[in-house]
């Protein structure tokens, strides 16, 4: 079935007229190193545009003036080691968390997955934080429990599951043998839930092929969860407006656009 907005619509996060920031969820997006900062950056503005109250970016001390100096609206936490990072899951007032968009391939970034991941925490698992699992997927699956988005473009998703040669097929297995909710990146974008759910975003613009775009998608699946939207509605609502947002702004589109135009399209949708 095509993901239309009619599908989710109602499940898409909506503003109390006396709620405060609070009451619009708190998103923590792991921080790259120093010079890979660009695309937590980029996640993180998109978690706001969508919604989020509160967007937080947790690097290791080492690179936080980068973020201090680059983020306004988004805050930053220095997080130097797993136990702070544990420390930090601990906060239940963060409600969900991004990791992967140039985290690293590396023992940090496998360790502060499992963490949030133990903490309980509803999940965007995206890039790097999927291929840190290669050697091991199980090591992931297995404390898979919270709901969890994972977002791999086919050569992640190959690490993982291995090949793709049904798109579809393979999107549903790979999530019922996860248990998380499986979006299969590319030209069509594949949705699949454990529980046998699955949608196809449809004729997204071609504009969207470029470095970056798939770390706002995960910023805007990130900020709707982090508001509390079911995790299948989420990624559904976030595959649907990153292609919108694209639609949108037209041709010479960079990364850095689509968060921008997100104003314009939830205004459409009615929001
Ligand atoms: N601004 C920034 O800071 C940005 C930082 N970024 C960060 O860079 C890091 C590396 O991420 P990455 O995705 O570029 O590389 P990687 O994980 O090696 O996989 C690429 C290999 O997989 C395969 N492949 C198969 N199908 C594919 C497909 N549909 N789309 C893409 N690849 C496909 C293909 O193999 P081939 O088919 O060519 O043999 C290809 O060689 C990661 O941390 C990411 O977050 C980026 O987000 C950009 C913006
Ligand atoms: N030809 C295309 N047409 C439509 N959407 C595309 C096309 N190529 C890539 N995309 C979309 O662009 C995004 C690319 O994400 P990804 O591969 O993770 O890139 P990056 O790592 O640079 O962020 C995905 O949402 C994918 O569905």
Redesign the pocket.
């Known amino acids: 079935m095509d993901n239309i907005p009619n599908l989710w619509l109602k499940a898409l996060p909506a503003l109390k007229s006396d709620g405060s920031k609070y009451n619009r969820g708190h998103c923590v997006v792991l921080g790259g190193p120093v010079a ?1 900062t ?2 937590a950056r ?1 996640s993180a503005r998109a978690a706001l545009r969508i919604g989020a109250g509160l967007v937080s970016v947790a690097c290791d001390p080492s690179s936080l003036i980068v973020y201090a100096t680059a983020l306004q609206a988004v805050m930053t936490k220095p997080v130097k080691d797993e136990a702070a990072f544990a420390e930090l899951m601990a906060d239940r007032r963060i409600t969900a968390v991004l990791l ?4 690293g391939i590396t023992a940090r970034t496998k360790a502060f997955v499992l963490t949030a991941l133990r903490a309980g925490k509803a999940c965007v698992l995206d ?2 934080a999927l ?1 840190v699992f290669q050697d091991q997927p199980t090591e992931l699956f297995d404390v898979i429990r919270s709901p969890v988005l994972l977002t791999p ?4 998703f190959s690490r993982l599951f291995g090949k793709v040669t049904d798109r579809e097929g393979d999107a549903l297995r790979a999530a019922q043998q996860s248990g998380a909710v499986v979006l299969l ?2 030209a069509d974008t594949v949705i699949a839930a454990p529980d046998g759910r699955i949608l196809i975003n449809r004729a997204a613009p071609p504009t969207l092929a470029t ?2 775009s ?2 706002v998608l995960a910023g805007f699946a990130g900020g709707l969860m982090a508001q509390g939207m079911d995790v299948f509605d989420a990624a559904c609502a976030a595959a649907w407006i990153h292609a919108e947002a694209a639609r949108v702004f037209g041709p010479g589109l960079i990364s850095e656009d689509l968060s921008e135009a997100v104003p314009q399209v939830l205004r459409h949708l009615g929001r």
């Open positions: 890979s660009g695309a980029l992967g968009p140039a985290a890039a790097d291929t473009h086919e050569g992640e990146k590319g470095a970056g798939g770390d």
